[in-house]
């Protein structure tokens, strides 16, 4: 069964600061890897995702996440955190047939001015 | 860009009562999803629906449940006997690609259902 982790339930970082919100994963094949985001009382915007190739991959909003199979991991960075990034993320974990996703926790990012 | 919409935007019932979800996916998607995130926790999987029929359904989708695609735009979610518990952001996604492949889901933006 897929699986995932965000080990980190809250995360502060001030604005400027460099940011990473860890994502550790289990699936059986070769997973289809995701970061959402979503601010209070909003949907789910897509940031980014890894399906092959590259396993760095860039997103919206200066984001990038890179894939580690043999870690099992997909972290989320970015360089210089704005306070407008304050939201909830999710890494979610997909590829079945039917294209089921399975979220983690979700990690609650605040940022300090 | 195209979206997925999800009517109402906010629905207060009272347990025991009917619900009806609705969502307008991608016009050329083929796959259809729903989920939900009960407040303060994440989102979790309801259901996939892939030419008229449930693909595959989580543990939560019991018989108060169901899905219907009633038209060629409009996919429902219908709560047949509401509990407390059933009180979340529901989410509806569609996603085009065929079995697979590479596919992302467009999810849209919910609706927050109150049962009282």
């Known amino acids: 069964a897929q699986s995932v982790t965000q080990p980190d339930i809250h995360i502060t970082v001030s604005e400027g600061a460099s940011l990473e919100l860890r994502c550790n994963y289990s699936y059986g094949a070769t997973p289809y890897l995701f970061w959402y985001v979503q601010s209070p009382g909003q949907g789910l915007q897509l940031l980014l995702k890894y399906f092959s190739g590259d396993t760095l991959v860039q997103g919206i909003k200066g984001f990038e996440a890179e894939f580690k199979r043999s870690q099992s991991s997909f972290n989320l960075r970015k360089p210089s955190v704005h306070w407008s990034d304050a939201a909830e993320y999710f890494c979610?974990?997909?590829?079945?047939?039917?294209?089921?996703?399975?979220f983690g926790d979700g990690t609650t990012l605040t940022v300090k001015p | 860009e195209p979206e997925v919409t999800q009517t109402p935007s906010h629905q207060v019932t009272q347990m025991g009562q009917e619900v009806i979800l609705r969502c307008v996916p991608i016009?050329?998607?083929?796959?259809f999803y729903w989920y939900r995130q009960i407040l303060g926790q994440k989102v979790e999987f309801l259901v996939s629906f892939y030419n008229n029929e449930i693909s595959e359904k989580s543990e939560i989708f019991d018989d108060q449940f169901s899905v219907e695609r009633p038209d060629g735009s409009n996919f429902t979610l219908k709560i047949r006997s509401t509990k407390l518990e059933d009180s979340a952001m529901y989410f509806c996604?569609?996603?085009?690609?065929?079995?697979?492949?590479?596919?992302?889901?467009?999810f849209g933006p919910g609706t927050r259902l109150l049962v009282l």
């Open positions: 016009s050329n998607h083929l796959y």
């Open positions: 979610a974990v997909g590829g079945t047939n039917a294209g089921k996703s399975t």
């Open positions: 996604a569609s996603s085009g690609w065929p079995a697979g492949s590479q596919e992302t889901q467009y």
